[in-house]
């Protein structure tokens, strides 16, 4: 099992930047990815990116629609993830979720086996 802890929403006007923290415990060895998505009121949830580890390496994968503005980081023991979030917009209010996966390269949700409880990021206008 895994447990997962985002923290660092709030409420930044446009413009401004937040940074998300996702805090993993628990049987980490089995998690290959860590995922970040995102839920607005009467949106579906969404892709916003990933971070694959692998004996060879690091992979990144964002969504095409956030490259750019958002960056995610995280350690090579698998105890964190982070979300850097740049340049919000309104459009990105939302609940902010970190997930774990037993594979790599995911992007659907349905691939993460645990999830955290959310965040909530409002950016106003």
């Known amino acids: 099992q895994v447990q997962l802890v985002e923290s660092g929403g709030g409420l930044v006007q446009a413009g401004g930047s937040l940074r998300l923290s996702c805090a993993a415990s628990?049987?980490?060895?089995?998690?290959?990815?860590m995922g970040w998505f995102r839920q607005a009121p009467g949106k579906e949830r969404e892709f916003v990116a990933a971070?694959?580890?692998?004996?060879?390496?690091?992979?990144?994968d964002y969504a095409d629609s956030l490259k750019g503005r958002f960056t995610i980081s995280g350690d090579n023991a698998k105890n964190a993830v982070y979300l850097q979030m740049n340049s919000l917009r309104p459009e990105d209010t939302a609940v902010y979720y970190c997930?774990?996966?037993?594979?790599?390269?995911?992007?659907?949700?349905?691939?993460?086996?645990?999830w955290g409880q959310g965040t909530q990021v409002t950016v106003s206008s």
């Open positions: 628990g049987r980490t060895s089995s998690t290959y990815a």
């Open positions: 997930a774990s996966a037993p594979r790599w390269l995911v992007r659907s949700s349905r691939e993460y086996d645990y």
């Open positions: 971070i694959n580890w692998s004996a060879v390496g690091t992979y990144y």
